[in-house]
């Protein structure tokens, strides 16, 4: 009933799982199969509970209630997360955009000055230097503020 009243893609995922219980498949196949074409960490908790619920005689409907429960402030925390490393994402693109901002600044205010800078071999070396420590802080920020929940 599932299968025929949800749309594409759910539903035909779950028509799959109806037609293999059809057959003779058990529960615990057929769920399985559904878990592994569609890798998705929220579906594999919910075949497991499934399962576990078939297994154990318990009640289905307690076992998605706590389910969903779950998943709900699971989402809610992935969100937090989210909002609370938004200031290190901005920092991680401000940070290098300063150093450049600084430079054309400088050039601004003394004309010339990147002309004289890059001029010599030390002044080139300085100025790839500090691109690729941006460049590399930019890349160690996003690396860190990086959380999978």
Avoid: C, W
């Avoid at 901002?101 to 010599?120: C, E, F, K």
């Amino acid at each position: 009933m599932a299968a025929e009243e949800m749309d594409a893609p759910a539903g035909e995922e779950l028509g799959k799982v109806a037609d293999r219980l059809a057959v003779g498949h058990s529960v615990d196949d057929a769920l399985g199969e559904l878990a592994d074409r569609l890798p998705s960490r929220e579906l594999v908790v919910l075949v497991t509970t499934l399962v576990l619920s078939n297994r154990a005689g318990g009640t289905v409907v307690s076992s998605l209630r706590n389910l969903t429960r779950t998943l709900e402030e699971r989402k809610e925390t992935r969100r937090e997360v989210r909002t609370q490393l938004s200031q290190v994402t901005v920092t991680a693109y401000v940070v290098p955009l300063m150093g450049l901002g600084t430079l054309l600044l400088t050039d601004r205010i003394a004309p010339g000055s990147i002309d004289r800078m890059t001029a010599s071999f030390l002044g080139q070396a300085a100025v790839v230097t500090a691109f690729v420590l941006y460049g590399l802080g930019f890349f160690v920020i996003r690396r860190l503020s990086r959380i999978d929940v």
